[in-house]
């Protein structure tokens, strides 16, 4: 949903900085994170934002667009990331080195997941804070930008590579041992349930 519904979170939060942004002749892209693969989504997300997919780009100039990033809290992680991916910091204190799993931030802040992903992809140079203050991150659809000329950005396809030969024939393998096992414990289950239907027979 591109409009959004009324806004009722943190208007402070959302609108930090926005007046040291120079916002003539920028674009407001939104981008829908539900069912979103993080790492494709923060790419896409890096590109935008620092203007790399406009002819005039240079490596120099700030010349990219406003993004904005809905349904944050539905964000998608590939494999066991969920529980194996750790976020860790120091307080400046002797052994105090925290961390924090992304199972757990998801819960505290889902937001700072995205925004960890993109800042992360940046260049690490003077263009970095005016690149972060045109990221904006909501939780669910809500946003106060709706009188915004607001354009949604199409995610592009999913390219999935193809398994190679090898690979591809121990799955087949794996897939006919599993269905011989399966056959030979329901041959196992019938043998016996006859077994019990004669014995039953002999006994009357």
């Given at each position: 949903?591109?409009?959004g ?7 402070k ?18 981008f ?39 349904n944050a ?56 804070d005016?690149r ?8 669910n ?6 009188d915004?000329?607001?354009?949604p ?14 690979t ?6 794996a897939?006919k041992?599993a ?23 002999v006994?009357?």
């Amino acid at each position: 949903m591109v409009m959004g519904q009324p806004f009722s979170g943190n208007m402070k939060k959302a609108l930090a900085g926005i007046k040291r942004i120079n916002l003539e002749g920028l674009r407001w892209r939104v981008f829908d994170a539900k069912g979103q693969v993080l790492g494709r989504l923060a790419s896409q997300i890096s590109t935008v934002i620092q203007g790399k997919d406009k002819p005039t780009y240079a490596p120099h100039r700030e010349e990219g667009d406003m993004c904005i990033v809905l349904n944050a809290k539905d964000i998608c992680v590939t494999g066991r990331k969920l529980t194996d991916k750790f976020y860790r910091w120091h307080t400046g204190y002797i052994g105090h080195l925290k961390e924090r799993s992304l199972k757990d931030q998801m819960a505290k802040d889902p937001t700072e997941v995205i925004r960890k992903a993109v800042l992360r992809m940046l260049p690490r140079n003077k263009l970095r804070d005016d690149r972060d203050r045109k990221l904006r991150i909501f939780t669910n659809d809500e946003h106060p930008f709706a009188d915004r000329p607001l354009e949604p950005y199409v995610m592009p396809p999913r390219q999935v590579r193809e398994l190679r030969p090898r690979t591809r024939r121990a799955m087949i393998r794996a897939e006919k041992k599993a269905e011989q096992q399966q056959q030979g414990t329901n041959n196992t289950s019938k043998r016996k349930k006859n077994k019990d239907v004669e014995e039953e027979a002999v006994s009357t």
